[in-house]
């Protein structure tokens, strides 16, 4: 596109961070950064697009332009509208390929796109994905042209009138629910690879044998073909292809283990030789740490890291932007949620119905936070397992049996989620479901991710409808915080408690009603409020709680129950006093 006539749509709390977005290329920065390569080019910027009934073709005109990567109902899109079920979503922009790719595959890259998506290049469709929260690739190379190419791409995208994992997203946003997405909510982007290249790489860590282990895919192997593994400072491993997927294990003699308070990192570069000559060379990195249960003195069942008991504590994070929605305006402020918590003095995050980018768990593997990874389900909840839901969730949770769609589409995303974050040393538990929303099958569920990874616990249904499963008993409650009973054999955890909620005038979201599990009439009464359930939280520390998490971080359009605004301009509780507290409930001794 040329036009640089781009600004958010206005009448929306704003961010400080979106007078830093450059239209000619917002989000610039490498989208994979664990598994990096020399070459690559962004296609995020300004894009065409259009709106069109879903059961007529495209007639080719276009509505205007739209910011990509922002969702189109986000006020950075600069277009701001909802997408409805019978509509869908049309993209177009153009790119040339560089000269010194023109005999390479090319890869067509999406961070993601919600929901459906096909895609279309020079006229000719090259794939399509299902799937909200993942990220996929394209080869698009038999459909490229020496000069211009065309790159259309259809969305439809049903939101909760679907049968499709879609987290918090609902057509009426209200209380607990949010504002709908759709379309493209994270980086375009292309890459060239030889024909013969690195295809994947999962890493394992064994802190107890003081091994990693590498299990390597190559595309188009030949015979001679030898792969190189060396690991920062001087830790080199060369073996002979034998087969597309080859395992590499090496001795880390001393090994630094990663933890909240040194997240240290092991940079490995992977190289794919032919006589001599590297054909591929991929950067990664991963962190030596072990997550797992162990008994304290007493016997009672404890979290612990790297063989030693850790209390956790977090906040819960729904990863929402006043103005961008999904997608934060810029890398900063995607690092900021991050940030904060950490200098707040929290040492984990529920990243809460939703998959970030691959660069906010980056950092969480830099700045050293572990991570609580939720599956963003939303499918329809089963008659029976609604009992603890207040009346303002149900009136948009739709109610009906989940049917086989709905668990066709849950397994496809859950096994994509672990796959594409398996190498984050941050990431420390799943949690495939949430409330009872769309719960089914759970002990299958909870089997078929301790096959996809056996390295980390299992919260098999975060708050009310355990199934006596998984590594950790999780109950809600507000504002609490409570514990569940002791257990022999899983781990006792509050995953939501808090909810104490402040409105603080020109920096919430502009809706008449204002939504908070507690009200709270002024910072004073907060701040009060806020030690009381820490005075609390240390006691049940000492009674075999191994973690908590405090709902939440920030403010989300109508709910108020942040420690921080929606704009994340103000902190609710005068930072140091935050500090004080955390560290003492951290520092306390079991």
Same mark, same amino acid.
């Given at each position: 596109?040329?036009?640089?006539?781009?600004?958010?749509?206005?009448?929306?709390?704003?961010?400080?961070?979106?007078?830093?977005?450059?239209?000619?290329?917002?989000?610039?920065?490498?989208?994979?950064?664990? &598994?990096?390569?020399?070459?690559?080019?962004?296609?995020?910027?300004?894009?065409?697009?259009?709106?069109?009934?879903?059961?007529?073709?495209?007639?080719?005109?276009?509505?205007?332009?739209?910011?990509?990567? &922002?969702?189109?109902?986000?006020?950075?899109?600069?277009?701001?509208?909802?997408?409805?079920?019978?509509?869908?979503?049309?993209?177009?922009?153009?790119?040339?390929?560089?000269?010194?790719?023109?005999?390479?595959?090319?890869?067509?890259?999406?961070?993601?796109?919600?929901?459906?998506?096909?895609?279309?290049?020079?006229?000719?469709?090259?794939?399509?994905?299902?799937?909200?929260?993942?990220?996929?690739?394209?080869?698009?190379?038999?459909?490229?042209?020496?000069?211009?190419?065309?790159?259309?791409?259809?969305?439809?995208?049903?939101?909760?009138?679907?049968?499709?994992?879609?987290?918090?997203?609902?057509?009426?946003?209200?209380?607990?629910?949010?504002?709908?997405?759709?379309?493209?909510?994270?980086?375009?982007?292309?890459?060239?690879?030889?024909?013969?290249?690195?295809?994947?790489?999962?890493?394992?860590?064994?802190?107890?044998?003081?091994?990693?282990?590498?299990?390597?895919?190559?595309?188009?192997?030949?015979?001679?073909?030898?792969?190189?593994?060396?690991?920062?400072?001087?830790?080199?491993?060369?073996?002979?292809?034998?087969?597309?997927?080859?395992?590499?294990?090496?001795?880390?003699?001393?090994?630094?283990?990663?933890?909240?308070?040194?997240?240290?990192?092991?940079?490995?570069?992977?190289?794919?030789?032919?006589?001599?000559?590297?054909?591929?060379?991929?950067?990664?990195?991963?962190?030596?740490?072990?997550?797992?249960?162990?008994?304290?003195?007493?016997?009672?069942?404890?979290?612990?890291?790297?063989?030693?008991?850790? &209390?956790?504590?977090?906040?819960?994070?729904?990863?929402?932007?006043?103005?961008?929605?999904?997608?934060?305006?810029?890398?900063?402020?995607?690092?900021?949620?991050?940030?904060?918590?950490?200098?707040?003095?929290?040492?984990?995050?529920?990243?809460?119905?939703?998959?970030?980018?691959?660069?906010?768990?980056?950092?969480?593997?830099?700045?050293?936070?572990?991570?609580?990874?939720?599956?963003?389900?939303?499918?329809?909840?089963?008659?029976?397992?609604?009992?603890?839901?207040?009346?303002?969730?149900?009136?948009?949770?739709?109610?009906?049996?989940?049917?086989?769609?709905?668990?066709?589409?849950?397994?496809?995303?859950?096994?994509?989620?672990?796959?594409?974050?398996?190498?984050?040393?941050?990431?420390?538990?799943?949690?495939?479901?949430?409330?009872?929303?769309?719960?089914?099958?759970?002990?299958?569920?909870?089997?078929?991710?301790?096959?996809?990874?056996?390295?980390?616990?299992?919260?098999?249904?975060?708050?009310?409808?355990?199934?006596?499963?998984?590594?950790?008993?999780?109950?809600?409650?507000?504002?609490?915080?409570?514990?569940?009973?002791?257990?022999?054999?899983?781990?006792?955890?509050?995953?939501?408690?808090?909810?104490?909620?402040?409105?603080?005038?020109?920096?919430?979201?502009?809706?008449?009603?204002?939504?908070?599990?507690?009200?709270?009439?002024?910072?004073?009464?907060?701040?009060?409020?806020?030690?009381?359930?820490?005075?609390?939280?240390?006691?049940?520390?000492?009674?075999?709680?191994?973690?908590?998490?405090?709902?939440?971080?920030?403010?989300?359009?109508?709910?108020?129950?942040?420690?921080?605004?929606?704009?994340?301009?103000?902190?609710?509780?005068?930072?140091?006093?935050?500090?004080?507290?955390?560290?003492?409930?951290?520092?306390?001794?079991?």
């Amino acid at each position: 596109m040329t036009s640089n006539a781009w600004n958010p749509v206005k009448g929306d709390l704003i961010t400080n961070w979106a007078a830093q977005i450059d239209p000619r290329l917002p989000l610039p920065e490498y989208p994979r950064p664990q &598994f990096k390569r020399r070459l690559w080019k962004n296609l995020n910027g300004l894009w065409e697009y259009a709106i069109r009934l879903k059961s007529k073709k495209w007639d080719k005109k276009t509505d205007g332009e739209i910011l990509v990567p &922002f969702p189109i109902e986000s006020s950075l899109s600069g277009v701001k509208k909802s997408i409805k079920p019978k509509d869908k979503l049309w993209y177009r922009r153009y790119f040339t390929i560089p000269e010194e790719w023109k005999l390479k595959t090319i890869f067509l890259h999406f961070g993601a796109v919600d929901w459906h998506s096909i895609v279309w290049i020079n006229g000719n469709k090259v794939g399509e994905h299902k799937g909200g929260y993942t990220p996929f690739k394209l080869d698009i190379t038999d459909s490229l042209k020496d000069n211009k190419n065309e790159l259309v791409i259809e969305v439809w995208d049903p939101t909760n009138k679907g049968r499709q994992e879609r987290g918090k997203q609902v057509l009426r946003p209200s209380g607990v629910f949010y504002t709908a997405i759709s379309g493209i909510w994270q980086t375009v982007w292309l890459e060239p690879v030889n024909s013969a290249h690195i295809a994947d790489v999962k890493i394992k860590t064994n802190i107890d044998t003081k091994l990693v282990s590498f299990t390597i895919k190559v595309v188009n192997p030949k015979e001679q073909d030898e792969i190189k593994v060396e690991i920062e400072p001087n830790i080199k491993k060369t073996l002979k292809m034998t087969k597309n997927t080859n395992n590499i294990k090496l001795k880390i003699a001393d090994p630094i283990l990663w933890a909240p308070n040194k997240p240290y990192l092991y940079n490995t570069t992977i190289e794919l030789e032919r006589n001599g000559e590297i054909i591929d060379k991929v950067d990664t990195y991963f962190g030596m740490r072990k997550i797992h249960l162990m008994k304290d003195e007493e016997g009672v069942q404890r979290i612990a890291l790297n063989n030693q008991i850790l &209390f956790q504590y977090g906040p819960l994070d729904q990863g929402y932007w006043p103005d961008g929605l999904y997608t934060a305006p810029t890398d900063d402020a995607l690092k900021y949620d991050i940030e904060i918590a950490k200098k707040l003095g929290f040492n984990m995050i529920r990243k809460h119905i939703k998959v970030e980018p691959a660069r906010w768990y980056h950092y969480c593997d830099k700045l050293g936070m572990l991570v609580w990874q939720d599956m963003p389900n939303g499918g329809r909840v089963v008659p029976g397992e609604v009992a603890g839901l207040v009346l303002r969730e149900l009136l948009y949770i739709p109610i009906g049996r989940l049917r086989k769609k709905n668990q066709a589409n849950y397994y496809v995303e859950l096994k994509n989620m672990i796959e594409c974050l398996y190498n984050h040393p941050s990431i420390v538990m799943w949690v495939p479901f949430n409330e009872g929303w769309g719960q089914f099958k759970t002990e299958k569920v909870v089997e078929l991710i301790r096959k996809l990874d056996d390295t980390r616990l299992i919260n098999n249904a975060s708050g009310w409808m355990d199934r006596e499963v998984g590594d950790v008993h999780d109950i809600h409650s507000y504002p609490g915080p409570k514990m569940p009973d002791i257990e022999e054999e899983r781990a006792a955890v509050n995953g939501e408690f808090g909810g104490l909620g402040l409105e603080i005038k020109g920096h919430s979201w502009d809706i008449r009603r204002k939504w908070g599990y507690r009200k709270m009439s002024s910072n004073e009464t907060f701040t009060e409020r806020y030690k009381t359930l820490m005075k609390k939280l240390k006691s049940l520390i000492k009674k075999g709680l191994s973690a908590a998490v405090y709902t939440q971080i920030t403010d989300v359009e109508g709910e108020i129950n942040g420690l921080l605004t929606y704009d994340r301009e103000i902190i609710k509780i005068e930072k140091n006093i935050l500090i004080k507290i955390h560290k003492e409930l951290l520092d306390w001794r079991i």
